[in-house]
C-alpha cells in the first residue's frame, strides 16, 4: 500500500475500519492489528514537539495532512486504542536510544508498539534498550473521546 498516493478522507476510512473491526477483539488481538496497520505508514522527519502534548495534532490531523514520524505513529497507535475506550493503562514515554528521541505507546506497562516495525514488544524485554526521558499518562494524551 502506497500511502503517498492514497485520498486523505480514505486514510481516515481506512482507520474508521481498523477500528471498527477490532473493537471487540481482545487487547492483544487489537495491538496486533494497529501494529500491522501502522507499519505499512511511511514515516520522515519528526512532526511534533515531544515536550508539548497540548499541541499535539489529533489522530485525524496526523492522518489527513500526512505528519508521520515515528513519533506520530506512536501516537496514532495510542489514539486509537483510546478510541476503542479500551481499560488499558496508557502511555507515552519519550525514549532515547542510538537512534535518536522519539515516543513509544506502552500498554498496561508490558506491551509496545512501534519499538518493533508491525509487532507487539514486551515492555521488559526490550527497556534496557533505551533511556526513558518522560512519561505521558493517559490524562497528558489530548482529550479526543
Known sequence: MNWNQIPNDQK?????ELRDEIKDKSIQ???????KFCSTI???????????P?????PWEILFHGTFCTSSISLLMAYT??????????ELRLVEDETGLYLLPV???QFVLNYELGAISNYPD??????????ISRDKIKNIT
Open 12 to 16: 481516515l476510512h481506512m482507520w474508521r
Open 29 to 35: 488481538e487489537q495491538l496486533t492489528e494497529i501494529a
Open 42 to 52: 511511511p514515516f520522515g522527519s519528526r512532526t511534533l514537539d515531544y515536550y508539548s
Open 54 to 58: 497540548e499541541d499535539w495534532p489529533t
Open 81 to 90: 486504542m483510546l478510541l476503542l475506550q479500551t481499560k488499558s493503562d496508557i
Open 107 to 109: 500498554f498496561d506497562n
Open 126 to 135: 526490550i527497556c534496557d534498550n533505551f533511556k526513558v526521558l518522560q512519561i
